[in-house]
């Protein structure tokens, strides 16, 4: 469960805990590392031998945690070893996801995103999704604003990367148009929150995952998977901040982003790349480079000639 939770006794008390089953609070100050992968799973078989299954309850990172110590539970090795397409061999043990924050698609999708030793990759495989997901709109209506807003535009941007993309196919369109048009009911369209938005956020955050699960993300994931792996960058502002600066690639989408980060007065961060070292760019255009599938989705199967290191490295030069 997300840290957030602790010490928040009416939402603890509605869990109905049984025999041995335990709460564990993760810390998700930072985006899930595989070390705290491996460690979570290695304090669990210590205590326990085996578990029958793993609930995660919480936001992108909580979700994606409760996914790779249910993997890692069955799977041998380090989690970093399964960083990439399609390397986990083993199903995990059961696990449910429970989301309390809407917008990354956690709760549907085939990875899990790690940072590990030498790169920020998830656990992308057929045994990664969810048995099973509760989706209940009331449990995200406390979420801060901004954070909600920055995470509700990791949807939003789900959806025009699948759409934009390649590797776009009936499937991911149907869910993408779907999510879309969620997106710009609740933060176009209306003039006030309310529990009807929650339930669309919740709706949007599920068909945007859906279609990005048989077509893929494009240049905003790509970029700011640098930008997390380097300077710690959450995931949600992380793709504002590199949204906001991609009207070459996505000039319909960026447009309507910037009209929804006006109407809801939210300030995407700027200048964040302000002062780093070469060194620094060179990593972070290593991490965004090794993302082949985002890339070739996003620019098509010549993308290597067209976002070159030097092209890539003006853009990281922009945020
Ligand atoms: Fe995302």
Redesign the pocket.
Known sequence: MDHFFEGNQPFLSRIPLRGKDKIVFIDVTHEPKTTYVDRLRDELKAEFGEVSGVIGIGGGSTLDMAKAVALMMTNPGSSADYQGWDLVKLPGVYKVGIPTLSG??AEVSRTTVLTGPTRKLGMNSDYTPFDQIVLDPELIQNAPVNQRFYTAM?CY??CIESLEGTFLNAFSRSYGEKALELCQEIYLKKDHWDADSDEKLMMASYAGGMSIAYSQ?GVA?AVSYGLSYLLGTK?GVG?CIVFDKLEEFYPAGVKEFKQMVDKHQVDIPQHITKGLSDADFETMIDVSMGLAPLWENALGKDWQTLMTRDRLRKLYEQL
């Open positions: 990354t698609g990791d941007i789900h993300v994931h995931h793709n």
